[in-house]
């Protein structure tokens, strides 16, 4: 099972919006509802950030939100803050109780 | 609050084994899958290994079918990843996570780093 594609990396200044693209195809991310998101900050665990494509765990803030549009899932991150410098990486089922992770995406406040 | 604390990582000669462990507090443990995630230096996450809350089923990525084993005590809390013939590309830290793939992993524990080197 192929990595799940994702930008090496995305910026953005303090208050804009960005957004992280993760492309997968109708085998999973397409064909499946369980679709993550992981925010992973140097030399620390990863925390979730979204199940289910959408839905939002308790502690993350509004500031994100997550999305899906055929075979590419994203997650978007408003009002930029420091904090969100991080990598953050995407996940798929992909059937059989495997899964897949994308390489992750590097994100910058300018 | 949910605790995972991995040990049992260090330095292994390639062909060798390691058994790591994940005890785990702050829910009930037979309740819930668990899973190994690992990350290899200056590389992204990768799934391992899952396993049900009965233990009952295991699932592992194709790359580690047959060389890995996966499995848990309940009575102890505690998960277990069983590694052999382990070889150079498997130096990672190795991640306990709460959950499997269709439940995404909600809770990680610190991570172990395993170095597989002569």
């Known amino acids: 099972q192929s990595a799940l594609t994702q930008p090496p990396s995305a910026s953005g200044s303090p208050g804009q919006s960005v957004t992280i693209s993760c492309t997968g195809t109708?085998?999973?991310?397409?064909?499946?509802?369980?679709v993550s998101w992981y925010q992973q900050h140097p030399g620390k665990a990863p925390r979730l950030m979204f199940y289910e494509v959408f839905k939002r765990p308790s502690g993350v803030p509004d500031r994100f939100s997550g999305s899906r549009s055929g075979n590419t899932a994203s997650l978007t991150v408003s009002g930029l803050q420091a904090e969100d410098e991080a990598d953050y990486y995407c996940?798929?089922?992909?059937?059989?109780?495997?899964?897949?992770f994308g390489g992750g995406t590097k994100l910058t406040v300018l | 609050e949910v605790q995972l604390v991995e040990s049992g990582g260090g330095l292994v000669q390639p062909g060798g084994s390691l058994r790591l462990s994940c005890a785990a507090s702050?829910?009930?443990?037979?309740?819930?899958?668990m899973s190994w995630v690992r990350q290899a230096p200056g590389k992204g996450l990768e799934w391992v290994s899952s396993?049900?809350?009965?233990?009952?089923?295991?699932y592992h990525a194709d790359s580690m079918r047959g060389r890995f084993t996966i499995s848990r005590d309940n009575s102890k809390n505690t998960l277990y990843l069983q590694m052999n013939s382990l070889r150079a590309e498997d130096t990672a830290v190795y991640y306990c996570?709460?959950?499997?793939?269709?439940?995404?992993?909600?809770?990680w524990g610190q991570g172990t780093l395993v170095t597989v080197s002569s």
């Open positions: 996570a709460k959950g499997w793939a269709t439940t995404s992993f909600n809770n």
């Open positions: 702050g829910f009930t443990f037979s309740d819930y899958a």
């Open positions: 396993i049900s809350g009965r233990g009952d089923y295991t």
């Open positions: 109708s085998y999973d991310v397409g064909g499946y509802n369980f």
């Open positions: 996940s798929s089922y992909v059937g059989n109780n495997n899964l897949v």
